[in-house]
C-alpha cells in the first residue's frame, strides 16, 4: 500500500486523533517494531506494562505529526482562491506551529505571522493555518518552513506581496541545555511589496500590536 492510501477524509475536518485510527495498519505495526527495538537499545524493557502500547502509540503519533508529507499545499490554497478587488494587506496572527526539527526530531513550537496583499485575488482565511500545518507536519529546519510557506503563498495567489515570521521555542535546545531555557527563535521571510521597508514596518507593527 502506498503512503497516499494512509490517510482518508483528509478534507472532512476531522481531527487528528480521529484520522489516526485510519492509518494503514501494516504501516504502524512495522513502526511499532520499530519502536519496541528503540526502547530496548535504550535500556527500557518493553514488556512492562506502562510500555506494552507505547509503540503503537509513538507509531500513531509520528504518522500524525509527520501528515504534511501526504497533503498539498497548493491544492488547499486554490481550493479556497477567489476574485477580489480587495488590495489592502492581509495578516493572519498568532497561527500556533508545531513541528519537529529535522535534526533531533524534537519538537519545536510556538506562532506564525502571515500577511499578503492581495493582487486580484484572495484566498479563505482558514486555509492559511492549514498550509502552516501542511509544511509544519513533516520534520523541518524554522528557515526552510517559512521560506516554503511563502513560497506556497506567493506562487499561488501570485499577490504584490507575502510577508511570513515565524517564533518558535525547540525543545532541542532547551531539553539538550545548549542555549537559554527560555530562548525563541525569530525567522522572517518576504517577498514583493514586503521588501519595502515600510511595508514590512506596518506588517511588523499589526502583529505586535494588542487588540484594543
Ligand atoms: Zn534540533
Redesign the pocket.
Known sequence: MSKEDIFHDRDEGIDGYTKIDRYNPQLIENLSTTYQEVLKQIGENPDREGLLKTPERVAKAMLFLTQGYDLDATEILTSAMFKEEYSQMVVVKDIEVYSM????M?P?FGKAHIAYIPNGYVVGLSKIPRIVDVFARRLQVQERLTNEIRDCIQDTLQPLGVGVVIECR?L??SMRGVQKQNSVTTTSAFTGEFLKEKTRAEFLNLITAKLG
Not at 101 to 104: D, G, L, Y
Open positions: 526539527c529535522e535534526h533531533h524534537l519545536f525547540h532541542c535546545m
